[in-house]
């Protein structure tokens, strides 16, 4: 098994015949052509895997499944159009109808539309509790529940998660616990390496690194046996109703059904397909994932603690510091350094007068950038309340940690001095 730093330029591709070439080609085309009727009719019933239509996978992504699956130290891996469609995939696989999952407070806004709104329409519940007590996930849990659902690190104030505590309390109950770790990424925590049993990415920030492209990743870590309890889990252990007798968990057993799973019902039904170029652009990023992060999870530090010194920052919401909550956590977890993205908070009430306050700020930036993205190159600002968590209520966003005066920081790649001379003239405005 080869390092992080070898797998991020090598894993899942081997130059071969015809061309040899040395990087993953494009393989920009929709559809295959079989090489026989037989083969075709082989393909689409699973009894064999291999190339058929883009919109189930292509070779391109293919090579970006294996990649990220091997980053993680996973099983198996999905690629798909956004995060946000392998947060849902990976849980309508899981949950199915009339299921029930449990999350955390501390989530991406996006995340929580989905659970909270367009999940309850087609009768998913979920209940959302604070992922640092032990108690709540606990009570949360009913006979219904197929998933816990955290995020390692959340955005935007960078709580770090127990995910061994969380994991123990999953499997105590007999269900998955599923990981985000776009934040964390794998080259600072393996979210797998601490009992969680599947892995999802927005491939659209650090991964990629760049911002060019849109992408998600879910990754099987090949731990939970829905064998143990096939009548809780019937996708994968009763007949799989569109292909026949074809049961997934006997044949493709553990670590290895998950993904027909979501490819052959989800992905195939729904279509949020990953295009070649995507998975092209990303897995050009991630080539560079361990060099990016390492020097931004720096800069992050560094501009966290002199925010830390400065009369216009109330508090700063960054675990590398010793007096945050999470530190303990983040020392565990994150022994290679803690993301770069963080939060901080105005100093100022929050009445009438913040947003303007915020605004004044925000919009003087020069360097780092209103944008509402995290984890690439350049450095990036957002207001929580006003963007990514508009739609949670204010309780919702209380329970988050987020408040009108919180403005999120994604440091980037440019010289630390620069970001932080231009924080400086923006807050002395505020
Ligand atoms: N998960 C987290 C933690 C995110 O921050 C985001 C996007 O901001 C998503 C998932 C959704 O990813 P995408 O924007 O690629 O759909």
Redesign the pocket.
């Known amino acids: 098994m080869s390092e992080f730093a070898t797998q991020q330029i090598q894993a899942g591709y081997v130059p071969g015949t015809p061309q040899n070439s040395a990087i993953p080609p494009i393989y920009q085309t929709a559809a295959f052509q079989f090489a026989s009727l037989a083969d075709a009719a082989d393909l689409f019933a699973l009894r064999k895997t291999g190339n058929l239509y883009s919109r189930n996978a292509s070779p391109t992504q293919q090579v970006l499944e294996e990649r990220v699956a091997a980053l993680e130290g996973g099983a198996s891996a999905v690629a798909v159009a956004?995060?946000?469609?392998?947060?849902a995939v990976t849980l309508l696989a899981l949950v199915g109808r009339n299921g029930h999952i449990v999350a955390a407070n501390q989530?991406?806004g996006?995340?929580v539309d989905l659970l909270q709104d367009t999940f309850e329409d087609f009768g998913i519940r979920t209940t959302f509790v604070d992922q640092d007590d032990p108690e709540a996930w606990r009570a949360a849990i009913t006979p219904q529940t197929r998933a816990l659902f955290a995020?390692s690190v959340?955005?935007p104030v960078a709580q770090v998660l127990d995910i061994r505590l969380v994991a123990d309390i999953a499997h105590e109950a007999g269900v998955p616990l599923v990981i985000?770790n776009?934040?964390g990424t794998p080259f600072l925590v393996r979210p797998g390496e601490h009992g969680a049993d599947f892995v999802?990415?927005?491939?659209?920030?650090f991964l990629s690194g760049h911002g060019t492209s849109?992408?998600?990743v879910v990754v099987d870590q090949g731990t939970f046996d829905f064998g143990a309890d096939p009548e809780r889990w019937p996708q994968f252990t009763a007949p799989y109703k569109r292909f026949g007798e074809l049961v997934l968990w006997e044949r493709f057993g553990i670590g290895q059904s998950f993904a027909p799973l979501v490819k052959s019902k989800y992905v195939h039904d729904l279509g949020p397909s990953l295009s070649p170029f995507n998975s092209w652009q990303i897995l050009l990023g991630i080539e560079t994932l361990d060099l990016r992060v390492s020097r931004q999870s720096a800069t992050a530090l560094a501009v966290a603690k002199h925010l830390q010194q400065h009369p216009a920052v109330a508090k700063v919401n960054h675990p590398g510091l010793d007096d945050n909550p999470w530190h303990d956590l983040a020392l565990r977890y994150l022994p290679r350094g803690v993301p770069s993205v963080f939060s901080f908070e105005l100093a100022g009430p929050e009445d009438d007068s913040t947003h303007e306050r915020v605004a004044r700020v925000v919009d003087s930036l020069k360097v780092v950038r209103l944008i509402?993205?995290?984890g690439d190159a350049r450095s990036m600002v957002a207001h929580p309340a006003s963007m990514?968590h508009s739609h949670l209520n204010a309780e919702q966003r209380a329970a988050a940690g987020i408040s009108l005066n919180t403005i999120r920081l994604s440091a980037g790649l440019e010289d630390p001095a620069d970001i932080i001379a231009d924080l400086d003239q923006a807050l002395a405005l505020a």
Do not use: F
Request: aromatic share 4%; no cysteine; charged share 10%.
């Open positions: 956004s995060g946000q469609a392998a947060v989530l991406y996006g995340t995020e959340a955005n985000d776009t934040v999802v990415h927005s491939a659209t920030k849109l992408g998600g509402a993205n995290i990514t």
